[in-house]
């Protein structure tokens, strides 16, 4: 079910009830206008609209079971990479600065690449120099990327950052740009708005790092997969995400510690450099 067609189907779960807009909207805590345009598609419900408004107007539990799952559905969004591609990859970088400039906690995990927000522009150009882009697209993409670094200086923002050991030693590039990437880590950590930490290889663990993922406060988690970026905004599988964050937070290091992991690692390319 679409997000139009829901808005329709709880349009007509009204009607049948009997129960005039106002009423159903006082209820479900929302303003009349709202209701209106999520009855009309001109607004997406969250799925917690969804659920309010099924219980102010009184259906039954297999009713609201079945709507609910509906909700559920529309409230994961998926972006294919190749449509993105034609927008531009700049596109991408430009809404994600948008969502950035909304939201108050940003917690991202980690397990193939160093942040985004984290590269420094040999990195990023290391990057996309592999999705096989014209030099303007480049150039676009790596300014959009850029910019949406300047969230990491606002001191209203907290910026919290899950990395893997791994990611550390994926040799995308060369040892000196490697060894220039950690160093901006090891900055960037100092900064007293932003937690870098990093899951050590030789940690015990009782998680897998299946992809990575960033929450944007409590209402919205972006993934990236192989072929799409799928948004989801579900409370409950924003905590599900929320949760796994935490877990690997738990098993991670942080501070000091994380700065000399990060030195040690930095050195060793270094030492590349000077040998090869």
């Known amino acids: 079910m679409r997000k139009t067609e829901l808005g329709e189907a709880l349009r007509e779960l009204r009607k049948a009830s009997g129960k005039e807009a106002k009423t159903v909207a006082r209820s479900a805590v929302m303003s009349a206008s709202k209701l209106s345009k999520i009855e009309t598609g001109k607004l997406a419900p969250s799925v917690v609209d969804v659920e309010s408004i099924l219980t102010a107007v009184g259906v039954s539990e297999e009713v609201k079971a079945e709507y609910m799952e509906a909700a559920r559905a529309a409230s ?24 950035e400039a909304q939201m108050s906690l940003l917690r991202l995990f980690q397990p193939a690449l160093i942040p985004g927000l984290l590269q420094t522009p040999e990195y990023i150009r290391a990057v996309i120099a592999r999705h096989g882009l014209t ?15 300047k969230v990491l200086y606002d001191s209203s923002k907290q910026l919290r950052f899950i990395i893997t050991e791994s990611v550390l030693r994926w040799r995308i590039t060369s040892s000196p740009i ?20 990093i899951v050590a290889q030789s940690a015990p663990q009782n998680d897998f790092p299946s ?3 960033v929450i944007r406060d409590d209402r919205l988690v972006t993934v990236e997969t192989v072929h799409a970026e799928v948004v989801v905004t579900d409370p409950r599988d924003v905590k599900e995400y929320a949760d796994k964050f935490e877990g690997f937070s738990l098993v991670s290091v942080s501070g000091d ?20």
């Open 76 to 99: 994961t969004e998926v972006m294919a990479w190749r449509l993105l591609a034609r927008m531009g990859y700049h596109k991408g970088q430009q809404q994600a600065q948008a969502l």
């Open 135 to 149: 030099e303007d697209s480049q150039a676009r993409t790596m300014a959009a990327r850029l910019e949406r670094q």
């Open 178 to 197: 490697m060894a220039g990437q950690i160093d901006r880590l090891i900055s960037l950590s100092r900064l007293p708005n932003i937690d870098v930490r």
């Open 211 to 213: 992809h990575s993922f």
């Open 257 to 276: 510690e994380m700065r000399v992991m990060l030195g040690a690692i930095r050195d060793e390319f270094l030492r590349e450099q000077e040998t090869g």
